[in-house]
Every structure is written in structure tokens, then in C-alpha cells.
């Protein structure tokens, strides 16, 4: 088994990249880009490089910020360890912001687990992002997920928005916060999947 999971929104009670457009471009900036988002008059990706243009800070500043709004699911790491006492690998998938998921999971004693993350220039007139690869996402977490299955590995896979649609539908079994994008979009294309709220639950489900 092996296990992939997403960072903003699912290991972490907010958004990060939210959290931050929010704080130094102000929330009407974040409204717009969310509704053409849902509206799918932009790509993820389009969406997240818009995002980046408005943060006109510095990663130290941006990080400062993060550590105040937002936390990790404290039941992530006791998830982790008990992964790594099962011999259950366990790699974060993420669109979001290499760089300050980094230094979050630093703070958080984690640094110690594998990260695949977008990233980003950080410049006082606006950040450009640095995508994983060419897709609508910037990161298409389905190719981690088919090539675990072509290894001949049983893939679970955890998250909670749009970024994780394409990797859900490879995965053999799905973890998908409640009242997130996931589990609707999971819900009308009627594919199995388990709701939760923290990482706790997603322990007692796979070890018992």
C-alpha cells in the first residue's frame, strides 16, 4: 500500500494560498478568481498564477503569516507514524507552495516526509509560480498515482479539491473531506469514497 495525500485544505484546516491572497490582496481579489474558477472560465493553473501575481511580499512574510492562520490536522502526524510502523510509504501531493509547506512542515516535526509541490519566485511585484509540469493543474497528481499502480502498489489517496480530481479517479481507495469540492464532485459521478474530518478516522480505516 501506499498513500498519497493532498496538503492545502486537507491536511490543513485552511487553504494556504487562499489564506494569503486574502491577507495581502484583500478578499474581493480572491472572490473574482474563485468564481471564474468555479465557473471554469479559468484553469487551476491559470487560477493559482493569478493568485501568485497578487502577493507582493516576501517568502519570510508570507510564512510569518501562515504560521498564525492556518495548522496542520494534529492527528497528521500520529497518521504518518503509524503509516511508517506499518511500512506504508507516504508522499504529499500538492498544487500549492513547496517553499512554505516546507517550512510548515518543519514547524510541525515533518519535514522528514516527501514533498511534490509547485513553487514559486517571490518578488515585491508579484510572485510567479514554478508549475511541477505543463497540465490545467500545474501539478497533475494522477501521474504519482499511476505510476505507484504500474509498480504494482494498492493507492490510497486523500484530499479535498479540484487539484485532486484526476488523481482520485486512479486511486483504489479515496479519502474526501466532508463538504469539499472532492466529495461532491466524487458524489455525482458516483464513485466510492470515504468522508472525514481528520486523520484520525483515516487511521482507524485503513490499521484498525
Known amino acids: 500500500m501506499r498513500v498519497f495525500v493532498d496538503y492545502d485544505g486537507t491536511m490543513t484546516d485552511h487553504d494556504t494560498f487562499d489564506a494569503l491572497v486574502n491577507e495581502f490582496a484583500g478578499a ?31 517568502f ?5 503569516y501562515v504560521a498564525r492562520a492556518t495548522a496542520i490536522d ?12 506499518e511500512g506504508v510509504p507516504v508522499t504529499i501531493l500538492s498544487s500549492g507552495l513547496g517553499p512554505l509547506i516546507e517550512r510548515a512542515l518543519a514547524r510541525n516535526g515533518l519535514a522528514h516526509v516527501p514533498l511534490i509541490a509547485n513553487s514559486a519566485v517571490a518578488d515585491r511585484e508579484g510572485w510567479r509560480m514554478q ?62 469514497f470515504t468522508t472525514f474530518e481528520s486523520f484520525a478516522e483515516i487511521e482507524t480505516a485503513l490499521f484498525g
Request: hydrophobic letters at 45%; proline letters at 3%.
Open 131 to 192: 508549475f511541477v509540469d505543463d497540465s490545467e493543474n500545474g501539478h497533475d497528481k494522477a501521474v504519482a498515482v499511476r505510476a505507484a499502480h504500474d509498480a504494482g502498489e494498492y493507492v490510497v489517496f486523500i484530499g479535498d479539491g479540484i487539484s485532486d480530481f484526476t488523481a482520485a479517479l486512479e486511486a483504489d481507495r479515496v479519502f474526501a473531506k466532508a463538504g469539499r469540492s472532492l466529495e461532491r464532485y466524487l458524489r455525482k459521478r458516483m464513485r466510492e
Open 28 to 58: 474581493p481579489a480572491w472572490r473574482d478568481l474563485s468564481a471564474q474558477l468555479r465557473s471554469q472560465t479559468l484553469t487551476l493553473r491559470d487560477a493559482l498564477q493569478a493568485q501568485a501575481a497578487l502577493l507582493r511580499c516576501t
Open 60 to 64: 519570510e512574510e508570507a510564512d510569518a
Open 74 to 85: 494534529p492527528h497528521f502526524a500520529p497518521f504518518a507514524e503509524r503509516c511508517a510502523r
